[in-house]
């Protein structure tokens, strides 16, 4: 039996991570999908909580799916190093590690069906910002969001990268490109309107040259993202037939 874990960044704040859960229990409401919850921060629900608990009931092999949009610390550090911890006293454990969520094409077409909304509402927009996460230590977030602006290209207009950490750092960019292009509308690429991407905008808009921007929301749990979850966990099923990670 091989038990699906869907992995979240969560929160040290109250509330957060309970209001996650419910999103997942509404996205997945219509769909046949045994999954578990599992959180980078946070008191309870962990990964390495969930992961022992089952281990406790006799499961050994694990599909584990980053709700993660681009690959960075958590992805290439957090949840392995965890997860290896776990394996040295339970070596019978085995798990594969699925692709974050941001590469998978449905993605993308989320991410252009916001911009073209706006679009509809706002026909003055100059350049379209797409704003991610982003990275201190590595580069891969950063080529992997602007290989989703090259997908996201169809629009004719401008399409540009910010990240709020690493190359791109968008209170380096940003007033550069506010100054050319006044009207602009920024994509904030994160799962949730939550905490980190309200700050954002806030500091955004008291930029002087923010006046007339123009904010998408996030992705919100829309019901596309059904799809890409299940995908990865569709593409893990093929290679578990063929051998586990350790």
């Known amino acids: 039996m091989v038990v699906n874990i869907l992995v979240l960044h969560g929160m040290n704040r109250p509330g957060v991570n309970e209001s996650v859960r419910e999103n997942f229990e509404q996205l997945f409401n219509d769909a046949q999908l045994t999954y578990h919850l599992a959180f980078l921060e946070g008191d309870t629900q962990t990964l390495k909580q969930v992961v022992e608990l089952l281990i406790s009931k006799g499961i050994k092999h694990f599909n584990i799916i980053p709700i993660l949009l681009f690959p960075a610390k958590h992805y290439f550090e957090d949840i392995p190093n965890i997860l290896k911890d776990i394996k040295r006293n339970y070596p019978p454990m085995n798990y594969i590690i699925a692709e974050p969520l941001g590469t998978h094409q449905t993605i993308s077409n989320i991410v252009k069906n ?5 679009l509809i509402k706002n026909d003055k927009v100059q350049t379209i910002v797409l704003l991610a996460h982003g990275s201190s230590a590595y580069t891969e977030p950063q080529q992997a969001v602007q290989h989703l602006a090259q997908s996201c290209d169809v629009f004719g207009i401008p399409i540009q990268t910010v990240l709020l950490y690493g190359a791109s750092n968008y209170v380096e960019h940003l007033e550069k490109i506010l100054k050319q292009y006044p009207q602009t509308l920024i994509v904030p690429l994160f799962l949730r309107d939550g905490y980190l991407v309200q700050r954002t905008k806030q500091n955004i808009r008291q930029q002087a040259f923010a006046e007339y921007v123009t904010f998408a929301s996030a992705i919100n749990f829309v019901p596309d993202l059904a799809k890409v979850i299940k995908d990865r966990i569709n593409e893990l099923e093929v ?8």
């Open 114 to 118: 916001k911009i073209a909304n706006t």
């Open 239 to 246: 290679l578990a037939n063929v051998c586990y990670a350790s």
